[in-house]
């Protein structure tokens, strides 16, 4: 059964940091692009950041480019998000989201091809 269990959220004054986790079972990371989106209050679900299968591309949306950092612990089957310079408007809810296909070299950022997802963690930015 494929699981994703996000954690590391919390509460950070702006200009802080946060790294996130998603811990993946199921299958094997590697195998697989994954993704980190959120859902900021009142609003959709935002794709952020993605990761291909390789490990090496990455990508990100405009809103969190040069702030945020994805990687990935192969050994530990895990996710990260590390989240620096965090502003009020990164306040949301993130999850992790395993991609549907396998052997993925370009992440997309399209919602619905994305199979899996956690239970998401909040993140709230103010002082």
């Known amino acids: 059964e494929v699981q994703l269990v996000e954690s590391g959220g919390g509460l950070v004054q702006p200009g802080g940091s946060l790294r996130l986790s998603c811990a993946a079972s199921?299958?094997?990371?590697?195998?697989?692009?994954m993704s980190w989106v959120r859902q900021a209050p009142g609003k959709g679900r935002e794709w952020i950041s993605g990761?291909?299968?390789?490990?090496?591309?990455?990508s990100y949306a405009d809103s969190v480019k040069g702030r945020f950092t994805i990687s990935r612990d192969i050994a530990k089957n895990s996710l990260y998000l590390q989240m620096n310079s965090l502003k009020p408007e990164d306040t949301a809810v993130y999850y992790c989201?395993?991609?549907?296909?396998?052997?993925?070299?370009?992440?997309?950022?399209?919602?619905?091809?994305?199979?899996?997802w956690g239970q998401g963690t909040q993140v709230t930015v103010s002082s």
């Open positions: 989201a395993k991609y549907k296909f396998e052997a993925v070299t370009t992440v997309l950022s399209t919602l619905y091809l994305y199979d899996y």
């Open positions: 199921g299958f094997t990371l590697s195998s697989y692009a």
């Open positions: 990761i291909n299968t390789g490990g090496v591309g990455t």
